[in-house]
């Protein structure tokens, strides 16, 4: 059992809340998930940019990493603007203009021990164990203004309780997606042949990746979001609800037999979807709100104003 939560501000504005109130969602669907909270946060776009976020640990280890991933990016003509370290990750913002897939797959090698967890001109990913407010806590989350994120708190289930096994997972080799899911892809091993078939890299076992890199797949190939999400209701197999954004647009999808739980509520100034009400209650307290559950087997996209 795991818990998704959404949100876009349709004015597609910068300056919006977006932490804080993906922290108050999450807060309150974390009793679906206690082992590990995450974020996929989109910010201002920076058009002549990249912002890569890996994990590297902690001490000894993170130092090594962080030179290696340096030498890496200056092995691929990709020149560091401004680089940190913060929690257990070391984030750096690149001017690169070369085949991105090529490059993301490359960095996934940069040092042994380090794992890129986004790459995108909007899209920042900061995930840890523990709940919200720790991770909160580890990385500023409240601070982040942005126009629309996505959250998930997961309960681990089929692998172990760390950092990268925790969601949202970024599409890898594709810019400014990601995905936050609950629910199981049960032809998962089919659907990732076909796609290393193409050769497609995977940085873990998960299905929540494998969908991340479907959907950019499609997207890539011309489908709009909506279109890429209508696509996975008809060749992914299992019971599901995801979240799915892009740099200007968030989605869901819901599997045939709706086993998973999902809500949501609109108005004039923004979506917002999650696993639980309680979760939408938290951002409009002491209202009754026109909430509603989408139908089995629906998708749907919102894009935000430019």
């Given at each position: 059992m795991c818990g998704i939560a959404g949100i876009m501000f349709k004015n597609g504005r910068t300056d919006h809340e977006t932490g804080v109130a993906l922290i108050d969602m999450l807060d309150g669907c974390q009793h679906r998930g206690p082992d590990s909270t995450g974020f996929a946060l989109y910010g201002e776009e920076h058009r002549s940019e990249l912002k890569l976020r890996f994990l590297v640990g902690e001490g000894a280890e993170a130092n090594e990493s962080e030179a290696l991933i340096k030498t890496a990016l200056e092995a691929h003509d990709a020149e560091i603007v401004e680089d940190k370290r913060v929690g257990n990750t070391y984030q750096a913002v690149v001017t690169f203009d070369g085949d991105l897939r090529s490059f993301a797959y490359a960095m996934e090698h940069a040092a042994p021990d380090a794992k890129v967890i986004s790459i995108g001109q909007s899209l920042d990913i900061v995930k840890d164990v523990g709940s919200a407010h720790d991770v909160d806590n580890r990385f500023n989350v409240h601070k982040f203004k942005g126009s629309h994120g996505l959250g998930h708190v997961r309960l681990a289930t089929e692998s172990d309780v760390r950092p990268e096994s925790a969601?949202?997972?970024?599409?890898?080799?594709?810019?400014?997606?990601?995905?936050v899911?609950?629910?199981?892809?049960?032809?998962?091993?089919?659907?990732?042949?076909?796609?290393?078939?193409?050769?497609?890299?995977?940085?873990?076992?998960?299905?929540?990746?494998?969908?991340?890199?479907?959907?950019?797949?499609?997207?890539?190939?011309?489908?709009?979001l909506r279109e890429a999400l209508k696509s996975s209701i008809e060749d992914l197999d299992g019971t599901f609800s995801f979240l799915?954004?892009?740099?200007?647009?968030?989605?869901?999808?819901?599997?045939?037999?709706?086993?998973?739980?999902?809500?949501?509520?609109?108005?004039?100034?923004?979506?917002?979807?999650?696993?639980?009400?309680?979760?939408?209650?938290?951002?409009?307290?002491?209202?009754?709100?026109?909430?509603?559950?989408p139908p089995p087997g629906s998708y749907d996209t919102w894009s935000k104003s430019t």
């Open positions: 969601h949202p997972f970024w599409a890898t080799g594709f810019s400014d997606v990601a995905i899911h609950n629910g199981q892809i049960t032809n998962y091993w089919k659907m990732r042949r076909r796609l290393e078939q193409r050769d497609f890299e995977f940085r873990t076992d998960n299905d929540s990746e494998l969908v991340a890199v479907y959907l950019a797949d499609k997207m890539a190939h011309g489908a709009p799915a954004s892009t740099k200007d647009e968030i989605g869901y999808a819901k599997d045939n037999l709706a086993a998973k739980p999902m809500v949501m509520y609109e108005n004039d100034d923004l979506i917002v979807i999650a696993s639980e009400e309680v979760s939408l209650n938290r951002l409009f307290p002491g209202q009754a709100l026109n909430t509603k559950e």
